[in-house]
């Protein structure tokens, strides 16, 4: 199982992102996945996540900001991050794999990618 995250960039406050995560060998039809993010010096934080049957949940310090989705034909994931804030800075990462229900328990998910760098600053 492989997932490969992109779309982190650097944006002023206010602006937009859309990450993206593609995952091979898994089919998310059928599991659970989930963004996490991390910024230096603070714990791995879980943004939202997704079941197989697109229950969605979010971390309430990203609820109306970001959106969560996935394309079960392509095996994509997506987060769509609007109105960012300097504290959404950070290394953002897709997870899958375990879980079926949403979670955003680190523990629950076995496969991680290799996470995207997301900077929010004027």
Do not use: H
């Amino acid at each position: 199982v492989q997932l490969q995250a992109s779309g982190g960039g650097s944006v002023q406050p206010g602006g937009s992102l859309r990450l993206a995560c593609e995952v091979s060998g898994l089919s998310l039809r059928y599991y659970a996945i989930a963004w996490y993010r991390q910024a230096p010096g603070k714990e791995r934080e879980g943004v939202a996540c997704i079941s197989g049957a697109k229950t969605t949940d979010y971390a309430d310090s990203v609820k109306g900001r970001f959106a969560i989705s996935k394309d079960n034909a392509k095996n994509t994931l997506n987060l769509q991050m609007n109105n960012l804030k300097p504290e959404d800075a950070a290394v953002y990462y897709c997870a899958t794999g375990g879980a079926t229900s949403p979670t955003r328990v680190p523990g629950e998910y076995k496969y991680w990618g290799q996470g995207t760098q997301v900077t929010v600053s004027s």
